[in-house]
């Protein structure tokens, strides 16, 4: 059974997609990592019982531009500004990590980054100028695919904030979720 009226979300670029496929185990839904790849919504049954629904994500359109790519939730080609975006992505990222990544000497502004990566990489424009803007959507690129490492830290768990208390699992239980009645 499926309720579509109240219970429905839709969020962008979680992977729902790829849940399915784990659900089902078989391929049951197309995945991308190019926002708005499902274009439709889809239902799909796990089983005789459960059936799931594939969505597109919702985008909020009031979101700045930086904050869209950074989410992965506009294409790196429909971008304004990619070199602004490169500045909030060098604000997260450990520096370190980046001269890693992209072979180069360590930097001090956004522009001397993007130099750095287009000497590298020999994006050059016509008249021989280094091409920053090309360097830029190579990194957005390297953002959107995973390839720069970045995570937050959670924070720090307070005591007695959250009730910790463990339960043992019934007997059981895992003999029933195996099959093995």
Same mark, same amino acid.
Request: charged share 30%; aromatic share 4%.
């Given at each position: 059974m499926c309720i579509r009226d109240r219970y429905q979300r839709r969020v962008h670029g979680v992977g729902k997609s790829s849940v399915i496929n784990s659900l089902k185990r078989s391929k049951a839904a197309s995945v991308s990592s190019v926002p708005g790849h499902t274009? %439709? *919504?889809? #239902? +799909?049954?796990?089983?005789?019982?459960?059936k799931v629904l594939d969505s597109p994500g919702v985008v909020f359109s009031d979101e700045d531009e930086k904050i869209k790519v950074l989410r992965n939730t506009i294409k790196v080609e429909e971008v304004q500004d990619?070199? =602004?975006? &490169?500045? #909030? &992505?060098? $604000? @997260?990222v450990n520096k370190i990590d980046m001269c890693t990544l992209y072979r180069i000497a360590d930097y001090d502004s956004v522009t001397e980054f993007?130099?750095? +990566? %287009?000497r590298? @990489?020999?994006?050059? $424009?016509k008249g021989g100028a280094l091409d920053l803007e090309t360097s830029a959507k190579i990194v957005l690129h !390297?953002?959107? !695919? =995973?390839r720069i490492k970045f995570f937050t830290v959670p924070p720090e768990l307070i005591p007695g904030e959250i009730n910790t208390t463990v339960t043992e699992r019934p007997v059981g239980m895992e #003999? #029933? @979720? *195996?099959g093995n009645n």
């Amino acid at each position: 059974m499926c309720i579509r009226d109240r219970y429905q979300r839709r969020v962008h670029g979680v992977g729902k997609s790829s849940v399915i496929n784990s659900l089902k185990r078989s391929k049951a839904a197309s995945v991308s990592s190019v926002p708005g790849h499902t274009k %439709a *919504m889809q #239902e +799909i049954y796990i089983d005789s019982k459960v059936k799931v629904l594939d969505s597109p994500g919702v985008v909020f359109s009031d979101e700045d531009e930086k904050i869209k790519v950074l989410r992965n939730t506009i294409k790196v080609e429909e971008v304004q500004d990619p070199v =602004g975006v &490169i500045e #909030e &992505i060098l $604000k @997260r990222v450990n520096k370190i990590d980046m001269c890693t990544l992209y072979r180069i000497a360590d930097y001090d502004s956004v522009t001397e980054f993007l130099c750095s +990566i %287009a000497r590298v @990489r020999n994006k050059v $424009k016509k008249g021989g100028a280094l091409d920053l803007e090309t360097s830029a959507k190579i990194v957005l690129h !390297d953002w959107v !695919d =995973g390839r720069i490492k970045f995570f937050t830290v959670p924070p720090e768990l307070i005591p007695g904030e959250i009730n910790t208390t463990v339960t043992e699992r019934p007997v059981g239980m895992e #003999e #029933e @979720r *195996m099959g093995n009645n």
